[in-house]
């Protein structure tokens, strides 16, 4: 068995050390990628400066510049790996996070799901189509009281519309009979003209002529009050 093996297995026996939560396991993993970006950079460096050596001996020291260029070898070896954990660190770092968000959207869902079941606890659906069916039948009975006080009432309107008619036709009657007692028509004259004197020759058209004009102007005021009596006669009818 490799050391390696031995390593994990024994940091594996241990039952007394309690598995570290989300966000410790992922400080931790932040931690080693800081300070494995720092070592890049440090090989980086080093990298660099082996060149710059080794081109500096070039063929004048060639025992310096092999040497130099074995270090940068090595160096870029080294740089190669730790590139290849930092992006194994990331993936796992990547998938703690996403395990992390999911553990605590179940648990916020199980938290919810708990307080639901807590209140349709006290839930009856027997009682809540009771109480919708209670509902309705109060509001039905709203309705029907709005519709009662809506609609016309009459206290004593309980007439028959022809003996109202035929009472208004005869206070009609009533009082065209009244206004017919009131009219007064004109008197007829009971005695005869009196004869006319004799007059003078040269003055007879003259006075011939007035007559006329006053014997007209009493025909034409007895025939508008005929037309007057005409008219009240027509209107009572």
Sequence with gaps: MSKLGKFFKGGGSSKSRAAPSPQEALARLRETEEMLSK????????????????KKHGTQNKRAALQALKRKKRFEKQLTQIDGTLSTIEFQREALENSHTNTEVLRNMGFAAKAMKAVHENMDLDKIDDLMQEITEQQDI?????????????????????????????????ELNKKMTNIRLPNVPSSSLPAQPARMPGRMSGTSSA????????????????????QLAAWAT
Aim: no cysteine; net charge negative.
């Design 39 to 54: 070592k890049q950079e440090y090989l980086e460096n080093r990298i660099q400066r082996e060149v710059a050596l080794a």
């Design 142 to 174: 709203a309705q029907e009281i709005s519709e009662a006080f809506s609609q016309r009432v009459g206290f004593g309107d309980d007439f028959d519309e022809d003996e109202l008619m035929a009472e208004l036709e005869e206070l009609e009657q009533e």
């Design 211 to 230: 007559v006329q004009r006053t014997r007209a102007a009493s025909s034409k005021r007895a025939e508008e009050e005929d037309d007057d009596i005409k």
